[in-house]
């Protein structure tokens, strides 16, 4: 099975990543030093580069956002928990994990996923039912990111939360109702942070198995923020946390 990979930067990202692309295609006439950079280093990954007409290249997809390329990769290879904490422990680095509970918007998953590789994020855990899948359009909406941050796809978030609790890993969530702030809460350690559905916010049973609920005080007539900028404000607040204690280690 193969995805489609659509836009001038997540087409160079992929072509960076571990799983590059098998098959580049561009529309004839297409110019620019993106496009230049792409067929550079295509040619050195040994990637197929083709220039098509406007009829094959609309077969190919209609999106008028593809900036006249796409690509295409096999399907992302997920990896367990295991492996996420594995990343980490190569880093040398506590673990720090976004885990997705039934966020189903791709366009959120990949603004996400994009916040998360920026913070600093080992990976990422999303449910095999009930959420979008990394796709093309989320590969979009991430600009590449998708293609680099690990990813794990689990049965159940709850019990994936009591393997990563076993593990001596904090699962901090983000709860309107909660009486700590995202940025009162110390987020140095190994830390997993959930995000919830767009409307729902955290199930009931997950919001159970977190040690930490925090919240994002609002100030205006709307009670709530959107998914990926909520998780946006925790994620880099949990950044800036973590960075600051490695450099006060790093003085002593």
Known sequence: MQNLIIGRHPVL???????????IYILFG?????IQQIQQVAKR????????DRQRFLELSSDPNTQGVVALVATKQ???????????????EPPF??????????HNVGALIRTAECAGVHGVVLPKHHAASLNETVAKASAGASLHLPAAKVTNIANTLDELRSKGVWIVGTDMLAEKAFDEMDYRGAIAIVVGNEGKGIRRLVKE????????PMYGTIGSLNASVAGGLVLFAAARSRHSSQINQGTK
């Open 30 to 34: 297409t110019r620019g030093a993106a």
């Open 97 to 106: 994990l976004l885990i997705l509970d039934e966020i189903e918007d791709p």
């Open 78 to 92: 997920y990896v367990d928990i295991e492996g996420l904490l594995q990343v980490a422990a190569e880093k040398q």
């Open 209 to 216: 198995k977190c040690d930490f609920l925090v919240k994002i």
């Open 45 to 52: 990954q040994g990637v197929l580069v083709k220039e098509v």
């Open 13 to 23: 990202e992929s072509l960076r990543s571990e799983n590059p692309p098998e098959k």
